[in-house]
């Protein structure tokens, strides 16, 4: 029995730094083979929640200023996010 190919790993900064070009847009994270990992990641960026290791930080501040969706596909499950601003966004607009 054949392993799976490895998947490549999602750059974060890249796509966060990406979503904030362009607010209102879906743009893919990643694929994920664990349903559960995949809703962790989407709990992380919604709340600005650190990634991996302190040093690393996040990339997805101010928490509330992403949102995400997720969809089933062959192999996993798809996660997209999206910039919509937030409390402490620079336009000073969605503020709750």
């Keep these: 029995m054949s392993r799976p ?11 966060a730094a990406e979503a904030r070009r362009r607010p209102g847009t879906w ?9 559960a990992t995949v809703e962790a ?3 992380r960026i919604r709340t600005g929640y650190p990634l991996g290791t302190a040093a690393y930080g996040t990339p997805y501040l101010p928490a509330g200023a992403f949102e995400t ?8 499950t ?3 996010t ?3 601003g937030g409390p ?4 000073g607009e969605g503020a709750v």
């Design 41 to 43: 990641m989407a709990l």
């Design 82 to 84: 999206r910039f919509v």
């Design 5 to 15: 190919a490895r998947r490549p790993r999602a750059d974060h900064q890249h796509t």
């Design 69 to 76: 969706r997720t969809s089933l596909t062959e192999e996993g």
């Design 27 to 35: 743009l893919t994270v990643g694929d994920y083979r664990n349903p």
């Design 88 to 91: 402490a966004s620079s336009q």
């Design 78 to 80: 798809l996660l997209e």
